[in-house]
């Protein structure tokens, strides 16, 4: 593969979408932490209470996923980034307002969280198919890699940063955090100056008149599950987020209540831990060049999911290095897998089919997300044992490989060039790897 011409920190509508993103990325991770711990400690959720909340923060990936690809390839993206974090801001904002009146429900939590998660729908498809409208094509897996190192550097010091802030101002105000980095996100992408392609959301790429929202979805499903390599990187990634759900469902609820944890010593150990993904985004690019793209996405998922096990595997009197290392294995397999596989996908699809490519993946593979965690919920709680939803996910996750081994995704061995028109079944790479 032919490297970049120029350097990806030149441009400077890249710089700006990437220092959005590193914004966002850190105040999101205070509510990760702080929205579960305002349930369990000021709430008293339990522990199905608790993945209750997460099943329906990702619910809307099921609702509106499809609908929204369609929607994303009929408008400009960059408007839609704007809104989506304007629009988190607000409701995550509201937390601390209602905790200051002594309002605060947990029926509010779970409105939050499914506002929030349907914005996310929208402006992860829109970021995703934005992204080839600001860098070259050869550019995608140096951009997408520099990005991935922001969320990852987020992820080691967001946690211990996080853990900190709750405990000195509560959980609610820490909100406050998210929210305002939600803000500071929009005006940086409102920066942005370099010109994004109309679309015509009356006619398609061709010129014809569109046809209705269905029918366009229904190409979108067409394209992804007409292409075999699409169809076992969305196998695989269904598979690893519906088993890891059920792991991190309960994860906050196991760590405090029975390893006796508090919001700092997790902060710390999602800190520490997330260095492997540091090193995974660093490393990404290097593992496809000398491995090969296929191979590099197969030894990533192999190597990385046995690393939920070392979660159940941790002793109560001294748990940490346990779970340090599953955070250094797992965040390194994620990485690497996610940088070369998202590339792949933007690489191979036409700018006209990247917002539906984008929602129909989205669709397969965090739809899977809310199974996965309200199933964890229901075994910690039928059970009365909550490392039996940890134990039973971390042993499924072994099986996520096999989608990538029975189908041709292992022979890949470079990013194929562009395509410009879109087939009715999807794109055909029979060229790029053996049959």
């Known amino acids: ?27 999101t991770q205070v509510s990760l932490l702080a929205l579960p711990l305002v349930a369990i400690s000021l709430l008293r959720a339990s522990a199905f209470e608790v993945a209750l909340l997460g099943t329906v923060e ?12 369609a929607w994303v390839d009929r408008l400009r993206r960059r408007p839609i980034l704007i809104l989506g974090d304007l629009g988190r801001a607000l409701a995550l904002g509201s937390i601390p307002v209602a905790f200051g009146l002594g309002a605060l429900t947990i029926w509010q939590l779970f409105v939050v969280a499914f506002v929030v998660g349907t914005l996310t729908v929208f402006f992860d498809v829109a970021y995703q198919s934005y992204l080839p409208a600001v860098v070259e094509r050869d550019q995608l ?27 000195l101002v509560t959980a609610p105000l820490a909100i406050l955090v998210d929210s305002a980095s939600y803000v500071f996100s929009a005006l940086f992408v409102l920066l942005i100056r370099g010109p994004e392609p109309t679309p015509y959301p009356r006619v398609d790429e061709h010129g014809r008149a569109r046809g209705g929202l269905r029918q366009e979805v229904m190409q979108g499903l067409r394209y992804v599950l007409g292409n075999r390599y699409l169809r076992g990187i969305a196998a695989c990634t269904g598979t690893t987020n519906f088993f890891t759900s059920m792991v991190f469902a309960t994860y906050l609820v196991y760590a405090v209540r029975e390893l006796g944890m508090t ?26 060049r000398r491995l090969g793209l296929g191979p590099t996405l197969v030894w990533a998922i192999f190597l990385g999911t046995p690393g939920l096990l070392l979660i159940a595997l941790a002793p109560r009197a001294f748990p940490f ?15 690497v897998y996610n940088i070369n596989q998202v590339s792949f996908r933007q690489a191979i699809t036409p700018a006209t089919m990247q917002g539906r490519m984008h929602a129909t993946m989205r669709f ?26 940890i134990r039973i996910g971390a042993i499924g996750s072994l099986f996520a490989v096999i989608p990538l081994l029975v189908t041709p995704v292992r022979t890949l061995r470079e990013i194929p060039a562009p395509v410009d028109e879109v087939p009715a079944s999807g794109a055909d790479l029979s060229g790029t790897a053996a049959s």
């Open 1 to 27: 593969m032919t490297p970049p011409t120029a350097s990806i920190v030149r441009n400077p509508d890249f710089v700006r979408l990437w220092t959005a993103q590193t914004i966002s990325q850190f105040g």
């Open 58 to 69: 990702f619910l809307p990936f099921i609702l509106f996923s499809l609908p929204a690809g």
């Open 141 to 167: 897996v140096d951009g997408n890699g520099k990005l991935e190192i922001s969320r990852t550097i987020a992820q080691t010091a967001g946690p211990t940063l996080g853990g900190g802030l709750i405990g």
């Open 263 to 288: 919001a700092a010593q997790i902060g710390l150990v999602f800190g520490l831990g997330n260095i492997g993904a540091i090193v995974g985004a660093l490393s990404a690019d290097r593992l496809r």
């Open 321 to 335: 290095p346990f779970l340090i290392a599953s955070g250094l294995l797992f965040g390194w397999s994620v990485v």
């Open 364 to 389: 397969i593979v965090w739809g899977t997300m809310p199974v996965g965690s309200i199933l964890g919920g229901i075994i910690a709680t039928a059970s009365n044992d909550v490392g039996l939803a």
